[in-house]
């Protein structure tokens, strides 16, 4: 079994795979390390035809491994899809269907923080192209763990945003074309060996509770602050965290949004619900305007008259409602036009 001498995770969403490929020919082949791949992808995606992508790329063998296999150099592991993947304290690499975090399983944020627990000081993250946040966190865990950090230059990558992000909350050590990591990781192996780092506490414990898929509202208060807000997934209560400026809320069930997101988030449940409120209001209105029709037939003129009425006021709120939610899809989720 080859000697893992660092471990390279590597991040992608949006325009991920052409980047993950470049990046994978760039990488010396002599290198004892071993690569773990979060790519972005729709949960029905095939991972083997990921697999057989990227093993064109490069000599080290690639393979969605098996829940609980050992980590090895000179090895590229690609997350399942649907699956977070992340590094157990063993070395072993698992599994699990827990909650998504920023939306996404598997997760960035997830394989990083793990990676930075386990391997602290010989951790080297790579954010590629994305859309959205999702691995600004992980490069943080890894860069108070004493690894290194590397972002894709934003104006290259096909889509900026999430080596952006890293830049506006990390101070990395590499801001650079995929043509130059290669030379990067090469000029490493002839450096000496950072000494292991001090894992912070409030690392240890998130990655802990997202390993057991576990936590509880005394493990939150460790790492957190409780917040006003219910998470819009399961209804519990969110917890604020907040290291370096990037505010993160987490629940006890696992689900973790960035500020950005959880702001996403609340806009795509208020307009399911408005949308529910017209689709109720509108049989409302059918079913008074029907009534109405009864009572014409059975000569109630007072009565139909107040069913009538009633169908019209109904239409009144309906319209508005319907004219908040346009202002919505055109103004964006934090700019409501309402009059």
Same mark, same amino acid.
């Not at 050992?70 to 992340?86: E, G, S, W």
């Not at 894992?199 to 790492?223: C, G, H, Y």
């Given at each position: ?129 994305? *859309?959205?946040?999702? +691995? &600004? ?7 108070? !763990? #004493? %690894? ?71 493990? *939150?208060?460790?790492? +957190? &602050? ?7 997934? !399961? #209804? %519990? ?103």
């Amino acid at each position: 079994m080859a000697q893992v001498k660092s471990v390279i995770v590597v991040g992608a969403s949006a325009g991920g795979l052409q980047a993950i490929s470049q990046l994978l020919e760039k990488i010396p082949q002599n290198l004892d390390a071993a690569i773990l791949v979060v790519l972005h992808v729709s949960r029905h995606s095939l991972g083997d035809v990921l697999v057989h992508h990227l093993q064109k790329r490069t000599t080290f063998a690639c393979s969605i491994p098996k829940n609980g296999e050992q980590v090895q150099a000179r090895h590229v592991y690609i997350a399942k899809p649907d699956f977070h993947m992340l590094i157990a304290a063993d070395e072993t690499i698992r599994f699990i269907k827990g909650p998504h975090e920023n939306r996404w399983r598997p997760s960035i944020d997830v394989l990083f923080r793990s990676a930075a627990v386990v391997f602290n000081s010989k951790t080297i993250g790579i954010i590629l192209t994305g *859309l959205l946040d999702d +691995g &600004t966190a992980g490069m943080m865990a890894i860069k108070r !763990c #004493g %690894g290194i950090c590397i972002v894709q230059e934003p104006d290259e990558a096909q889509f900026g945003d999430m080596p952006t992000n890293v830049l506006n909350h990390v101070e990395v050590d590499y801001r650079v074309p995929i043509a130059d990591m290669g030379y990067i990781l090469d000029d490493m192996k002839s450096k000496p060996e950072k000494p292991a780092a001090v894992v912070p506490e409030d690392i240890r414990t998130e990655a802990e509770m997202t390993e057991n898929m576990v936590s509880s509202i005394d493990q *939150l208060k460790t790492i +957190g &602050t409780q917040s006003d807000y219910t998470c819009p997934d !399961c #209804g %519990g209560t969110l917890f604020m965290l907040n290291h370096g400026g990037l505010h993160r809320y987490r629940c006890f069930t696992g689900h973790v949004y960035t500020e950005k997101l959880l702001l996403d988030k609340q806009s795509e449940s208020l307009e399911e619900s408005l949308w529910t409120t017209i689709r109720r209001l509108e049989e409302r209105r059918s079913l008074l305007q029907t009534t109405a029709q009864h009572l014409h037939e059975v000569n109630q003129p007072e009565m139909q008259s107040e069913k009538q009425n009633t169908a019209a006021e109904l239409s009144v709120y309906i319209e508005k409602l319907k004219a908040l939610l346009t202002s919505l899809s055109v103004n964006g989720p934090n700019n409501f036009v309402y009059e």
